[in-house]
């Protein structure tokens, strides 16, 4: 039961002081509890303004960059009934459920695209295209396309079958309706209503290992002149149908360009190119939102592992699967970004750190001289230096719990965040930091109290003219900095400037000065 007493006597010491002494405990309680609204709130605000600038990041990135694609060269049979390409989705399906789940969770839907290899464009007998140019197709499908593009002249493609070849070789051919923009049909020379003739361009790597005598040319029918006003903002251009690319050498043009077939001629496509092998892409859309709201660590691993289960891309240059993303550099960067921001962030919080600190160490100077009289009525009676220490940080305890709760709970509403671990931690710091303050400062006169005292320390002492003059230069260093930093910033010509750099922790000191002389 004594040792009781001894334990809960001193914290019964500490609550009689504050309630002598309310003006103290108000201003503690004050201190502390904006000094853990700022260092809890800080941290929270800067993790959701990390985040918001990851969003924003990665929907200005361009869309190849941040989505996701699987790649592939091969044929994917068609599949039975009125979507013959059905069959191309459901593969996407598929891998879609290998990918890794933290780049699954950020996944907002997919698209599939199917082309055919390059071919050549044929003149037929009798017929010459635009001399000294050779001319590329690639006819190509990407899903929901259709849906979101019309044509401003003639109709959407929609019909596939067969029909005659102008060539010996050949006497019949598969024959596919296609829409081209108004610049991709002017770069070819060809206009509405005109048909021309493919033949597989021997220089793609898909065709080199078919047979000549395998290789089966294709008759298209130019239906549709696409609508470019009316499509997405940059959607011809991110299907590549906006315009064709065009090389010049010194003696010849060469111009490649894509047009879209219909989905409903998927069948009658793998039919009439015969063993030649079509190119398919895969594209899962990244949304920004979630990869703001991911684990950026765990996202960036699952996108390393991406290539170890499909392969590294080949972009349809040989047979087999492949991916590939551009999101792992978008995360590296902003990382780096993040990290960088962070430096700067804790230089900037080392010096509000010691404000604080200067503060609180103020308040417990202050309730050093005031309790000194108590402190030395509580050793004369018995108390031993341990439990003198133990009631001064009992008090600052008291007061300092419920302030550092208040403003962390409060930064945690404000930042509208789930709260994390940094945050409770210096919240934490900053209660015991308060306690170990008072009783520290508090050391001293327990030390002195049972020394033998004079009829002239009862006087009050004056003040040293040193002490006056360096409180003084100390504020007056402050607000000259302060004006210095708010003219010319932290980046000085001559290079890093380390009074600049201290004057928060000057005006910290300066304000805590004044508070003690006043």
Do not use: C
Request: proline share 6%; glycine share 10%.
């Amino acid at each position: 039961m004594t040792a009781l007493r001894t334990l809960v006597a001193p914290l019964a010491v500490a609550r009689r002081r504050l309630r002598s002494d309310p003006l103290f405990a108000g201003a503690l309680f004050a201190a502390v509890a904006a000094t853990a609204f700022l260092f809890a709130l800080v941290p929270q605000l800067f993790d959701r303004l990390a985040a918001q600038s990851l969003e924003q990041t990665v929907a200005r990135a361009n869309p190849l960059e941040r989505n996701v694609a699987i790649t592939a060269a091969g044929r994917v049979q068609a599949a039975a009934g009125d979507d013959p390409f059905r069959s191309v989705t459901a593969s996407g399906e598929e891998y879609e459920q290998r990918l890794p789940e933290p780049l699954r969770a950020v996944v907002g839907g997919r698209r599939a695209l199917a082309e055919t290899v390059r071919y050549t464009v044929v003149d037929a007998p009798g017929e010459r295209g635009p001399a000294g140019t050779t001319r590329y197709l690639t006819v190509r499908h990407l899903e929901d396309l259709g849906d979101r593009l019309r044509a401003a002249e003639g109709r959407m493609p929609s019909g596939a079958g067969l029909a005659e070849l102008p060539f010996p070789e050949q006497d019949e051919g598969t024959s596919l309706e296609i829409a081209l923009s108004a610049t991709t049909a002017q770069q070819l020379s060809l206009a509405l209503g005109d048909r021309v003739y493919l033949a597989p361009a021997p220089d793609d790597p898909l065709v080199r290992d078919v047979s000549v005598s395998e290789r089966r040319d294709l008759v298209l029918d130019v239906v549709g002149i696409l609508d470019a006003e009316a499509a997405d903002p940059g959607l011809l251009r991110e299907s590549r149908l906006d315009r064709a690319v065009i090389r010049d050498t010194e003696s010849e043009r060469f111009v490649y360009a894509y047009g879209l077939f219909p989905r409903e001629a998927y069948n009658e496509l793998l039919s009439g190119i015969g063993p030649v092998p079509l190119r398919y892409e895969w594209r899962y859309l990244v949304d920004p939102a979630a990869v703001g709201e991911s684990d950026t660590e765990e996202l960036a691993a699952a996108v390393r592992r991406l290539e170890g289960i499909f392969g590294e891309t080949t972009f349809g240059q040989r047979l087999g699967l492949g991916a590939r993303t551009g999101l792992a550099r978008i995360l590296e960067r902003h990382e780096a970004d993040r990290e960088a921001a962070a430096a700067v962030l804790a230089v900037g919080g080392l010096a509000l750190l010691a404000v604080a600190l200067t503060v609180l160490g103020v308040l417990a100077s202050l309730a050093a001289e005031r309790r000194s009289e108590s402190i030395a009525l509580l050793r004369s009676r018995g108390g031993s230096l341990a439990q003198t220490l133990a009631a001064q940080a009992f008090e600052g305890l008291l007061v300092a719990v419920p302030g550092g709760a208040l403003g962390y709970v409060g930064a945690t509403l404000v930042a509208a965040r789930p709260p994390g671990l940094l945050p409770g931690l210096l919240v934490l710091a900053i209660v015991l930091a308060a306690g170990a303050l008072l009783a520290g400062v508090a050391l001293g006169p327990a030390r002195r109290a049972l020394a033998t005292k004079g009829r002239a320390d009862v006087l009050v002492p004056r003040l040293s003219p040193l002490r006056v003059a360096l409180e003084a230069l100390v504020v007056i260093a402050s607000l000259a900095g302060a004006y210095l930093l708010r003219r010319r910033g932290l980046s000085a010509a001559g290079g890093f400037d380390p009074y600049l750099a201290a004057v928060p922790v000057l005006v910290g000191l300066a304000t805590g000065l004044l508070a003690l002389r006043l």
